[in-house]
């Protein structure tokens, strides 16, 4: 049996207690501390704002006009219209422009089952407008489709729309931004884009994915979802494994341009996500996104390439200017070309028509006759210089049949030799004056005979009006049009043909180039088609 505790002790240990407590809470507390906070996010490298940064406009921003050629091409058989910019002397980053405006292509022949072929537009197309328009690789979808100056035309419920931007102009360096709309009757089907940058210094490209390094994905892939998660308002601190993130952030990498502030940029689109941050419960985004890296982060991540392009910003655009319309060469095969040639000079008005020629960026084949070459030897020079072709016309004209084998090759011979002497070109194909060969004539010369499919009958002296309406309306894609620069009408209407030509969407191209730089050794021929 325990021993009784009396109450009033119960009563005294319990106050001890109570005491004791009180001591514990008051007196024996550790000190609070005034400066503690809340843990926060760590320092982050990168930044994600909200929207799709401008593009950087380095002083004096962009390029001039005369620096860049542009192209338009409309083709209604399988639906495509689009817009591009080409660099002169180098040709690495216009052969990957080509590229991608000829995947796009591919696509429509491939939805409708069409063959792309050149087209031109009808009279008063309003195809010399070539440039691009400026913020479409930015504009909504729905609003690109219903403008007629960049829309595909609708060919069997689908179309391809391609537009582009210029996103960067500094040094020698050169970034223009493609992108493709394809679309069917009900909606769009597909809206991609690819940035190409031309260094005209070294003569390379690089598209904005291959900017950077193999490893740049992998290191930027955890600090962007980082930046998503924190511009979301989430809470964790706790660093989440997302092995989505750097295979669904490559595309972005392809939007790469120099940020404005320093450093490097690119944009994720609307609708962003990955495993990572759907577990964490933040939803996709709801529109672009752009992260910025700055200089000391991105320079180390970059290729050679990309940092020529970070050390480029601020500086004026110096790239090369087109002085020439060779300096750019055509692609016939991709845009409706047609040669305009000229008989029987060169004359006193040769030097007006080649002024107006470098006006218009236009190049002619001049087919120039042996007894001139020596007086026009600085005329035939300038004709050189300035991207134009010269073929031989005979010796003074005679009618090539009527004459024996001995006198066939001496015109010929005689003219190329004074041609080549006067010009300093290859003389590599002829014109049978009147147009009058026969199988003899072509197996002497062992040239090509170029004639026409587009004859003006200049020499009759038709109004002005009437020789340009002739030009312009009965020229096809792969023409070849017959004057003559001796005759005053002719050498006044230069410009205006060219104007309408340029307004149907034709480029004027060297015979040569009408033959995709191959012209056929032998046989005569009437145009490129």
Same mark, same amino acid.
């Given at each position: 049996?325990?021993?009784?505790?009396?109450?009033?002790?119960?009563?005294?240990? $319990?106050?001890? %207690? !109570?005491? @004791? +407590?009180?001591?514990?809470?008051?007196?024996?507390?550790?000190? #609070?501390?005034? /400066?503690?906070?809340?843990?926060?996010?760590?320092?982050?490298?990168?930044?994600?704002?909200?929207?799709?940064?401008?593009?950087?406009?380095?002083?004096?921003?962009?390029?001039?006009?005369?620096?860049?050629?542009?192209?338009?091409?409309?083709?209604?058989?399988?639906?495509?219209?689009?817009?591009?910019?080409l660099l002169p002397q180098v040709p690495a980053f216009n052969d990957a422009v080509r590229g991608y405006i000829r995947a796009a292509i591919a696509a429509r022949q491939d939805a409708t089952g069409a063959t792309y072929r050149p087209q031109a537009g009808d009279v008063g197309a309003g195809l010399n407008d070539r440039t691009c328009t400026p913020g479409s690789t930015t504009t909504p979808a729905a609003q690109l489709l219903v403008d007629p100056a960049v829309a595909g035309p609708v060919v069997g419920g689908g179309a391809a729309t391609? $537009?582009?931007? %210029? !996103?960067? @102009? +500094?040094?020698t360096?050169?970034?223009?931004?493609?992108?493709? #709309?394809?679309? /069917?009757?009900?909606?769009?089907?597909?809206?991609?884009?690819?940035?190409?940058?031309?260094?005209?210094?070294?003569?390379?490209?690089?598209?904005?994915?291959?900017?950077?390094?193999?490893?740049?994905?992998?290191?930027?892939?955890?600090?962007?979802?980082?930046?998503?998660?924190?511009?979301?308002?989430?809470?964790?601190?706790?660093?989440v494994a997302d092995p989505s993130a750097a295979e669904r952030l490559a595309g972005a990498f392809a939007t790469t341009i120099p940020a404005a502030a320093g450093g490097m940029q690119f944009t994720i689109p609307a609708g962003f996500t990955t495993d990572g941050l759907a577990a964490l419960g933040i939803p996709p985004t709801d529109a672009a996104r752009t992260v910025l890296v700055p200089t000391a982060v991105a320079e180390p991540l970059l290729t050679d390439f990309g940092r020529r392009l970070l050390a480029s910003v601020g500086q004026p655009y110096s790239g090369?200017?087109?002085?020439?319309?060779?300096?750019?060469? #055509?692609?016939?095969?991709l845009t409706p070309c047609v040669a305009l040639t000229y008989d029987d000079g060169p004359s006193d008005l040769t030097p007006s028509m080649l002024d107006a020629l470098a006006t218009h960026r236009a190049s002619a084949t001049f087919f120039a006759m042996g007894e001139k070459a020596n007086r026009y030897a600085a005329t035939l020079q300038r004709m050189v210089a300035e991207g134009h072709l010269i073929g031989n016309h005979s010796w003074n004209h005679p009618s090539l049949t009527k004459l024996t084998d001995a006198q066939i090759a001496s015109q010929l011979r005689d003219t190329t030799a004074a041609l080549e002497a006067a010009s300093g070109q290859k003389i590599t194909m002829f014109r049978p004056p009147y147009g009058d060969y026969n199988a003899r004539v072509l197996a002497v010369a062992q040239m090509p005979a170029i004639l026409w499919d587009v004859d003006t009958e200049d020499w009759e002296g038709p109004a002005d009006d009437v020789l340009i309406e002739r030009v312009v309306t009965r020229s096809k894609p792969g023409s070849i049009v017959l004057q003559h620069d001796i005759h005053g009408n002719t050498a006044r209407t230069v410009g205006a043909i060219c104007d309408g030509l340029l307004d149907r969407g034709f480029t004027m191209a060297t015979i040569t180039e009408l033959f995709q730089g191959s012209v056929p050794k032998s046989g005569a021929w009437r145009s490129a088609r």
């Amino acid at each position: 049996m325990s021993a009784s505790v009396p109450r009033s002790a119960r009563a005294l240990a $319990v106050a001890a %207690v !109570v005491v @004791a +407590a009180s001591v514990v809470a008051s007196g024996c507390a550790p000190a #609070v501390d005034e /400066n503690w906070s809340p843990p926060t996010w760590p320092a982050t490298r990168l930044t994600v704002v909200e929207g799709e940064a401008a593009p950087l406009s380095a002083e004096p921003g962009q390029p001039l006009a005369s620096n860049v050629s542009p192209e338009r091409i409309r083709q209604d058989g399988v639906g495509i219209q689009a817009r591009y910019l080409l660099l002169p002397q180098v040709p690495a980053f216009n052969d990957a422009v080509r590229g991608y405006i000829r995947a796009a292509i591919a696509a429509r022949q491939d939805a409708t089952g069409a063959t792309y072929r050149p087209q031109a537009g009808d009279v008063g197309a309003g195809l010399n407008d070539r440039t691009c328009t400026p913020g479409s690789t930015t504009t909504p979808a729905a609003q690109l489709l219903v403008d007629p100056a960049v829309a595909g035309p609708v060919v069997g419920g689908g179309a391809a729309t391609v $537009v582009c931007d %210029v !996103v960067w @102009a +500094a040094g020698t360096l050169f970034g223009e931004r493609l992108r493709t #709309v394809m679309s /069917n009757a009900d909606a769009v089907t597909a809206d991609t884009a690819e940035t190409l940058f031309g260094d005209a210094a070294v003569g390379d490209v690089a598209s904005g994915a291959q900017l950077w390094t193999p490893d740049a994905l992998g290191t930027l892939a955890a600090e962007v979802v980082d930046g998503l998660r924190r511009a979301a308002g989430s809470l964790s601190l706790a660093p989440v494994a997302d092995p989505s993130a750097a295979e669904r952030l490559a595309g972005a990498f392809a939007t790469t341009i120099p940020a404005a502030a320093g450093g490097m940029q690119f944009t994720i689109p609307a609708g962003f996500t990955t495993d990572g941050l759907a577990a964490l419960g933040i939803p996709p985004t709801d529109a672009a996104r752009t992260v910025l890296v700055p200089t000391a982060v991105a320079e180390p991540l970059l290729t050679d390439f990309g940092r020529r392009l970070l050390a480029s910003v601020g500086q004026p655009y110096s790239g090369p200017s087109v002085t020439r319309p060779g300096d750019v060469p #055509v692609d016939c095969s991709l845009t409706p070309c047609v040669a305009l040639t000229y008989d029987d000079g060169p004359s006193d008005l040769t030097p007006s028509m080649l002024d107006a020629l470098a006006t218009h960026r236009a190049s002619a084949t001049f087919f120039a006759m042996g007894e001139k070459a020596n007086r026009y030897a600085a005329t035939l020079q300038r004709m050189v210089a300035e991207g134009h072709l010269i073929g031989n016309h005979s010796w003074n004209h005679p009618s090539l049949t009527k004459l024996t084998d001995a006198q066939i090759a001496s015109q010929l011979r005689d003219t190329t030799a004074a041609l080549e002497a006067a010009s300093g070109q290859k003389i590599t194909m002829f014109r049978p004056p009147y147009g009058d060969y026969n199988a003899r004539v072509l197996a002497v010369a062992q040239m090509p005979a170029i004639l026409w499919d587009v004859d003006t009958e200049d020499w009759e002296g038709p109004a002005d009006d009437v020789l340009i309406e002739r030009v312009v309306t009965r020229s096809k894609p792969g023409s070849i049009v017959l004057q003559h620069d001796i005759h005053g009408n002719t050498a006044r209407t230069v410009g205006a043909i060219c104007d309408g030509l340029l307004d149907r969407g034709f480029t004027m191209a060297t015979i040569t180039e009408l033959f995709q730089g191959s012209v056929p050794k032998s046989g005569a021929w009437r145009s490129a088609r």
